[in-house]
């Protein structure tokens, strides 16, 4: 069974920077595509950036240039580097993979239960 584990999320004042991981664990046989999502209150879920197997990233507009996403040396974990954060960030930061398993050869999405992040001074 595959699992995503997101942490680091937690209360910082705007303009500071904080580090979101995600564990994968599980029957992992690849990890096609990696990414991570946001919903804040009353809002509908979208994406933050979304990074192939090639490594590129894209970044929504709102994000770019303040966030990084990465891949740790240990492929099955996946970082989300905030700075100058703001109030507008607030909102529970969810991490997506593709991932192909033993049971799954031709892979499927998977989600993480999210992690908090409150920006306010």
């Known amino acids: 069974q595959v699992q995503l584990v997101e942490s680091g999320g937690g209360m910082v004042q705007p303009g500071e920077s904080l580090r979101l991981s995600c564990v994968v664990s599980g029957s992992i046989l690849s990890i096609a595509a990696m990414a991570w999502y946001r919903q804040a209150p009353g809002k509908e879920r979208e994406l933050v950036g979304d990074?192939?197997?090639?490594?590129?990233?894209n970044y929504a507009d709102s994000v770019k240039g303040r966030f990084t996403i990465s891949r740790g040396d240990a492929r099955n974990i996946m970082f989300l580097q905030m700075r100058d954060l703001k109030p507008e960030d607030t909102a529970v930061y969810y991490c997506?993979?593709?991932?192909?398993?033993?049971?799954?050869?031709?892979?499927?999405?998977?989600w993480g239960e999210g992690t908090l992040v409150t920006v306010s001074s």
């Open positions: 997506n993979a593709f991932i192909a398993t033993t049971e799954n050869f031709g892979g499927a999405p998977y």
């Open positions: 990074m192939a197997a090639g490594g590129r990233v």
